[in-house]
């Protein structure tokens, strides 16, 4: 592979994790707001004896923007689960077969997902909405798409970084 290539590669690399970054720190922002909206919804209820009307379906919105942010980031970090067998018993010459075949499923498997959240949201325009104040699902589904969008980005990334290291170490591989 040619170093031009190499450099094209770490740069994407380099700016899919800038992008990991703001999807944490909006993730963190998300916390904090659920947060926030617990510890008044607790208050109201049970010091005042008045629940706020509605705060279940804030609770519901932020936490989809929550979960977007941890798909996207959890998908930069490699905070999945994986049990490496393949490599105990077969060795590098292996996996690069194996994780070229779960990186492209992956790969279309998150573009799937992210491609079905766009095109049809939840399926039916008006029946996304919260219970009680009545918010469209849509744009939090946007949002999810977006989310494994960069996740897919960062799978399409892994693979050129495999093939281009193919008679290498991958250096994905001691995240995998």
Known sequence: ??????????????????????????GAVGVCLLMVNILVAVFWRYALNDPIFGIDDVSVMVLAVFAGCAVA??????????????TNFFGRSATRYTD???RILALGITGLAAFALWTKACGFEEACITENLSIEHTWFYYFLGVALCFYALHLLVMLLVGFANWHGEDPNEAAD
């Open 73 to 86: 980031y959890g998908a930069r970090n490699n905070s999945h689960v994986s049990v490496d067998i393949i």
């Open 1 to 26: 592979m040619s170093s031009q290539n190499q450099k094209v590669l770490d740069w994407a690399d380099e700016q899919l994790g800038r992008v990991a970054g703001l999807f944490a720190i909006l």
């Open 100 to 102: 070229a075949v779960m």
